[in-house]
C-alpha cells in the first residue's frame, strides 16, 4: 500500500508576498465593509434601499469570507487551490451583484443601483489581481 501523497502546489517566496498582501488588502476591505454593513443596516435601507434582510446576511458573510481570506494570507507557503477558490468566489460574487441588480431582485434606489455595481467592480479587480498573482507566481 502506498501511503505517499503527491505534494501540493503551494506558492513561495517573493511570489507569496505579493499575492499575500493582495488578500490581505482584500480581506480588510471585506471585514471593513461587512462590519459597515451589519452596523448601518438601517441608513443603507434608507439611502440604498438595501433591505436589513439582505444588508445582515451579506455583512455575515462577508465576514466570513474575510476570516477565510486573512486565514488564506497567513500560510507560510499559499496553497494555489486556496487562492484559485477565492479567485472563483470573487468572480461569482461580481456575478451574483450584477444578476441582482438587473433582475431587480432587491428594491435599490439609484444609489443603490450604482453601490451594488461599484461593489461589483472592485470585487471583479480583486478577482483579476488575484488571479495574476497566482499566474506570475507560477512562472516564478
Partial sequence: MNTTTAPRATVGGAAAER???ILRIDGWS???FGVTL???WRPF?????LPPSWSVPFGVAMLGGATALGLIAGYPRIPVRYVAL?????ALSCLALVVL???GAIPL???GVAFM?????VVAVYAGLEFLGLRHARTE
Avoid: E, H, Y
Avoid at 435601507?45 to 434601499?49: A, C, E, V
Avoid at 477565492?86 to 470573487?90: D, H, P, Q, Y
Avoid at 455595481?117 to 467592480?121: F, H
Fill in 30 to 32: 471585506t471585514a471593513v
Fill in 101 to 103: 441588480v438587473l433582475a
Fill in 45 to 49: 435601507s434608507g439611502w440604498f434601499g
Fill in 86 to 90: 477565492v479567485v472563483a468566489g470573487n
Fill in 109 to 111: 434606489s439609484g444609489l
Fill in 19 to 21: 499575492l499575500r498582501t
Fill in 38 to 40: 451589519l452596523a448601518a
Fill in 117 to 121: 455595481l461599484t461593489g461589483a467592480a
